[in-house]
């Protein structure tokens, strides 16, 4: 299908590129062998991407590097966005309406106590290693289901929210500001991420001379 699909795309460039059939057929032998892991609609997407992108048709290694991005293609989220949505979430999962079933398995699988907890050097390479079997899976058609958002006031997130916002005033901060820089209160008391985080917030005030005393 790849080939018959470039010899459409590009022609007399793409048949050129080999001078004999015997040539092509060793060539297609390889192709094919490079190509065996993908399903059909990853290859029509990848063929879709050169033809909107590429003027020549691609090598092996260029092919399968756009297999490998693939995720826009397919509306899946960024591996960077999908993993700050899971920690953000992390803490309450079934309750919230996740943007793409993919970042919620692929959470589950990282662990979500392993998400709120750690900090990003440990959890996002687990993430990232989860998130590419998971999109890799659902671009493959398999169909994955994710819980229904349970609708239940979180009282705890309200009261951090409420803290933020009334921490933010006697700083004189913005909230987004405040959200920032007591972002680490999002994080288990005494676990890893949320000294980390909260280290990068005392870096930070010290860098622009803030006077500021972070609570714990």
């Not at 190509?35 to 029509?44: N, R």
């Not at 290693?129 to 006031?153: K, S, T």
């Amino acid at each position: 299908m790849v080939f018959t699909r470039f010899m459409a795309i590009y022609g007399h460039k793409f048949k050129s590129s080999f001078e004999t059939e015997a040539e092509m057929r060793i060539a297609k032998r390889e192709w094919a062998m490079s190509l065996g892991q993908y399903s059909e609609s990853e290859l029509v997407a990848a063929v879709n991407i050169c033809k909107d992108t590429l003027a020549w048709a691609p090598s092996i290694a260029e092919f399968i590097s756009i297999l490998q991005g693939l995720n826009s293609a397919f509306g899946l989220p960024d591996v960077r966005a999908a993993y700050k949505e899971a920690c953000f979430y992390a803490d309450r999962p079934s309750q919230h309406n996740w943007s793409h079933q993919v970042v919620y398995l692929a959470g589950k699988e990282t662990g979500w106590f392993e998400l709120r907890s750690a900090i990003e050097k440990t959890s996002f390479g687990l993430f990232s290693y989860h998130y590419e079997i998971m999109c890799r899976r659902f671009r493959q058609g398999d169909l994955m289901e994710v819980p229904v958002a349970v609708a239940i006031e979180d009282k705890q997130d309200n009261t951090l929210f409420n803290f933020i916002n009334h921490w933010s005033q006697e700083q004189q901060l913005s909230q987004e500001d405040a959200t920032k820089l007591l972002y680490y209160m999002t994080k288990p008391a005494g676990s890893d991420g949320r000294a980390f985080y909260k280290a990068k917030s005392l870096q930070y005030i010290e860098q622009h001379k803030l006077t500021i005393t972070l609570p714990e």
